[in-house]
T-cell receptor, first 110, second 112 residues
């Protein structure tokens, strides 16, 4: 099956940029997603990118996709304390299946 | 706004009990999903349903069953709960567009 890997932890200073990386194995993936999970809550869709795109920007969020290397990243500009959460990378492997990474816990320090 | 609700936020059950987790969505979505979330493993798909009374196994269906009698409701059933089913359970629903999958708040189940 699809393997989706991401680092488990990231610590960043408030105001700096955060970059969360993700690698995947299935080159036929159509959509790739970033979800955010705050403590005690479900998953919230942050952004997504279609596989024929290289980059997508949405306010403070920038998603970069390198299909050749099967690498996806999420950059959060001007990171705030409210950005502290677990961030999941997910890859659409067929119409009904999303494969998730283990999640990156982002801690924002003052 | 899409709303996906789950019947309980926290649940404690004993080994061997039959457990029902309920999920309701209000967007007339055809597709509904049950995942479990464990630290270091991310989310794993247990079962999904693409229509009323239709169900398909996901990656880890063993020990679980599901029921979808009405479009808005998708139930996850643990026939005989075991301690290794202690986990966070997340329900999701989705319409026609692949990129619009919405999650409920989760049920944290503890089996003792």
């Amino acid at each position: 099956g699809e393997d989706v890997e991401q680092s488990l932890f990231l610590s960043v200073r408030e105001g700096d940029s955060s970059v969360i990386n993700c690698t995947y194995t299935d080159s036929s993936s159509t959509y790739l997603y970033w979800y955010k999970q705050e403590p005690g809550a479900g998953l919230q869709l942050l952004t997504y990118i279609f596989s024929n795109m290289d980059m997508k920007q949405d306010q403070r969020l920038t998603v970069l996709l390198n299909k050749k290397d099967k690498h996806l990243s999420l950059r959060i500009a001007d990171t705030q304390t409210g950005d502290s959460a677990i961030y999941f990378c997910a890859v659409q492997t067929n119409d009904y299946k999303l494969s998730f990474g283990a999640g990156t816990t982002v801690t924002v320090r003052a | 706004d899409v709303k996906v609700t789950q019947s309980s936020r926290y649940l404690v059950k004993r080994t061997g009990e039959k457990v029902f987790l309920e999920c309701v969505q209000d967007m007339d979505h055809e597709n509904m999903f049950w995942y479990r979330q464990d630290p270091g493993l991310g989310l794993r798909l247990i079962y999904f349903s693409y229509d009323v009374k239709m169900k398909e196994k996901g990656d880890i269906p063993e020990g679980y069953s599901v029921s979808r009698e009405k479009k808005e409701r998708f139930s996850l059933i643990l026939e005989s709960a075991s301690t290794n089913q202690t986990s966070m359970y997340l329900c999701a629903s989705r319409g026609d567009r692949l990129y619009e999958q919405y999650f409920g708040p989760g049920t944290r189940l503890t089996v003792t």
